[in-house]
């Protein structure tokens, strides 16, 4: 456990140098499926907030807090459960979370599903 934080520190100073990163979501990849064990369980040994982030998007207790969770979609429709930020708005709400995925908003479709099986297949290699 103590090699995946290290490199989780590693990963976000050197990737994300001169950012000052608030937030991160850790919704995990495919290999976190096949062992059972969900990226954020890596918090519940270490603090995130001694890394100067001070949001985690899939703590129990902020979604719990929420009136509206949003989020993009890889395909159509573009929106997580067809459920969209105007439909949010429209509705009052006044606690949402927006999460969303860059990747998703180019037309480069078949970029981003060669980039899922090459990170599916690593998955597997890994095990």
């Known amino acids: ?33 096949h062992i059972g064990v969900p990226n954020h369980y890596l918090f519940e040994k ?7 982030i001070t949001v985690e998007t899939y703590k129990k207790e902020l979604l719990e807090s929420l009136d509206a969770y949003v989020s993009d979609a ?31 908003w180019n037309g480069f479709t078949f970029e981003n599903f060669k980039e899922n099986i090459k990170r599916l297949y690593e998955s597997f290699y890994m095990i």
């Open 46 to 52: 270490y603090s995130y907030e001694d890394l100067g």
């Open 1 to 33: 456990m103590e090699n995946i934080y290290d490199e989780f520190v590693s990963n976000l100073n050197t990737y994300f140098k001169g950012y000052d990163i608030k937030s991160i979501a850790s919704h995990g990849d495919f290999y976190n499926k």
């Open 74 to 104: 890889r395909l159509k429709p573009f929106w997580r459960d067809g459920y969209s930020v105007v439909d949010a708005i429209k509705e009052n709400k006044k606690k949402i979370l927006f999460l969303s995925h860059p990747a998703n």
